[in-house]
């Protein structure tokens, strides 16, 4: 069976963590939704040699793309999985799932006795839900053990409490069942308990299913402990089944909220010059998956706020079915979005959903920094074959020279390793051997490659030198860099044509070729890194060449004005006011005179 490369390269990378897994066709429409306790396990499974099930068979040929969204436990896995399934309907999920909604309980606090009930839907009707619960046997199990602890109402009698006593409401006669004679039902049927004393036995049940065990589970553990000890194996098996049914079924969810809300958790993470926000979408108390973004962080935003506010600017013009509210790590200026509220969450449901959508941020960021290396992997195959390269040319040097007619000279080297540049491997070189004004390239790469290899070492030696220019610019460098049996080549501007030692014809590569996109980053970084030294080097020289000619301004009083202005232009553009409290009255009027 032939499979899909990429996808085959991203599931191996996915994390071993719960969550839900999407598969996608070519046209980008999803084939099948699956749960998994760890992700990267169970979608290998898929990639296997032997598939034994035709239907598995028939959906991974058409894989070529997949998605996931990492929860805490394999229930909200479980949950999760139901509610994009339901919402999307794939292709190979609709045979095999019924239309089931897991199970609640429901505690009726209005009432003066509540009582609990098992329920498959919430509704607005003021009632206490939790869950939901995807094992059914180990939510009775607990709830009888619950039960044992904590007695309350099951019965169908409505009772309301007057004068002193409890009147049932209904056409049951108010006798005491038989789970009042075995301690497991307070009675308030024949007024056996006040509703404010029955109101603390319901506050104990709320923490219970609010997951505050603590106490209960460490009691199970040593009522088992101690009937081992004592040989009574029964007892113990049996607090044994209560402690696993516990703590299977007090597995806390932030899937699904009871309230029937509207709103997107946004949180991000930073990397790389990049910022990577994720969208968690919750409609109608139901989350229904994410949306991951990348946004170019070039102008090194690190304030939280306005990277969420400059991500929902963007974002949210093109939200057809936007949410009532947003809800976000951080405050920002703004308290509503287009009539969307905008929250900052601090406790609760709110801010475990942040944490899910910041792990599922940090997980899309790893995805992508893999995808971007593959990308990278490919290029370098492809520069590897386009120059015929004995090698992978993981480490690539590129030089380029700038000067203003000859005047300033310098040399710029940027290195790439693994297609990525490597800035702390940026070097600068001022030109010795040129006198000034003397304009000769050729001489000044000479110059600059001579003294890269006389400082090179065998750890940093390069796989690949480009030199930003065309044949005689490379015909200048050959014989220094062929004794090093270093492979080269130059990259002209004009029709990007790619130049090689003893080859008379230039190469073109095709415009969509991932190694010419490399290569042009490579040399524009070096063009880029070059330019900008020469332009500081120029700068510094015009401004210390105005100031020498100035009479009355000495190397001290030179330095306390760039000091203070920063240049020519910002003593003339400053104030008679600001200049004297730098230097003296006649100083002054020099430099109004002569500037």
């Avoid at 304030?303 to 974002?315: E, K, M, P, T």
């Avoid at 051997?433 to 090179?456: F, H, P, S, T």
């Avoid at 003339?572 to 003296?584: F, M, P, T």
């Amino acid at each position: 069976m032939s499979k899909p490369a990429r996808t085959n390269n991203l599931y191996k990378n996915l994390p071993n963590k719960p969550g839900v897994y999407l598969f996608f066709d070519e046209k980008h429409e999803l084939l099948y939704v699956g749960k998994a306790k760890n992700l990267r396990n169970r979608v290998a499974q898929y990639f296997q040699k032997n598939l034994t099930r035709p239907w598995i068979y028939s959906m991974v040929k058409q894989i070529t793309a997949m998605d996931f969204t990492v929860v805490r436990n394999e229930v909200e896995a479980l949950v999760l999985e139901n509610n994009l399934i339901k919402e999307r309907r794939p292709q190979f999920n609709i045979r095999l799932r019924d239309d089931k909604n897991y199970q609640y309980i429901k505690l009726a606090i209005n009432d003066d006795f509540p009582r609990l009930t098992l329920v498959r839907r919430p509704t607005q009707d003021r009632a206490k839900y939790f869950g939901p619960y995807t094992s059914g046997l180990d939510m009775k199990k607990t709830l009888k053990m619950l039960r044992s602890l904590i007695p309350y109402v099951t019965c169908a009698n409505v009772m309301k409490w007057q004068n002193g006593e409890t009147k049932v409401v209904s056409k049951k006669t108010p006798i005491p069942c038989l789970y009042w004679h075995i301690k497991r039902c307070p009675a308030p049927c024949i007024s056996a308990i006040t509703p404010e004393e029955y109101q603390k036995n319901i506050e104990g049940i709320i923490a219970f299913l609010q997951g505050k065990t603590d106490e209960l589970e460490k009691s199970l553990a040593q009522q088992m402990e101690v009937a081992s000890k004592h040989q009574q194996f029964e007892r113990a098996a049996t607090m044994r089944d209560k402690l696993v049914a516990l703590r299977q079924t007090m597995v806390t969810q932030q899937i699904n909220t009871v309230k029937d809300i509207s709103l997107d958790a946004v949180n991000y993470t930073s990397g790389h010059g990049k910022n990577y926000v994720c969208v968690l979408q919750i409609r109608f108390g139901k989350m229904l998956g994410k949306q991951c973004f990348t946004l170019d962080n070039k102008e090194n935003i690190a304030a939280s706020a306005d990277i969420l506010g400059s991500f929902l600017d963007q974002y949210y013009p093109t939200v057809a079915a936007p949410p009532t509210e947003i809800i976000l790590p951080c405050k920002i200026e703004a308290e509503s979005w287009q009539q969307i509220k905008i929250t900052a969450a601090q406790r609760g449901y709110k801010r475990d959903l942040l944490k899910a959508a910041a792990e599922n941020a940090e997980e899309y960021r790893k995805q992508q920094q893999l995808q971007f290396d593959w990308d990278k992997q490919e290029a370098l195959a492809s520069l590897q074959k386009a120059l015929k390269l004995k090698k992978l040319p993981q480490r690539i040097e590129c030089y380029d020279i700038s000067h203003t007619f000859g005047d300033q000279t310098v040399g710029g080297l940027a290195t790439f390793i693994g297609g990525r540049p490597e800035k702390s491997q940026y070097k600068r070189f001022e030109i010795k051997e040129l006198v000034g004004g003397q304009i000769d390239d050729y001489a000044a790469l000479r110059e600059v490659i001579g003294r890269r290899i006389k400082n090179m070492e065998k750890k940093n030696r390069p796989d690949l030198i480009i030199i930003d220019g065309g044949k005689g610019q490379l015909s200048a460098v050959l014989p220094a860099v062929e004794k090093q049996k270093i492979a080269v080549c130059a990259l002209a501007k004009r029709i990007e044509e790619i130049f090689l030692p003893g080859r008379k014809t230039s190469i073109i590569l095709p415009a969509d070729s991932p190694a010419l996109y490399l290569i042009q980053q490579v040399r524009d970084e070096a063009h880029r890194f070059a330019i900008g030294y020469h332009r500081t080097l120029r700068s510094k020289k015009q401004v210390k060449s105005a100031l020498d000619t100035i009479p009355g301004i000495g190397s001290v009083a030179k330095k306390k004005l760039l000091q203070r202005f920063g240049s020519a232009a910002g003593i003339k553009q400053a104030s008679g006011k600001d200049i004297l409290e730098v230097v003296n009255e006649k100083q002054m009027k020099s430099l109004r005179e002569n500037l």
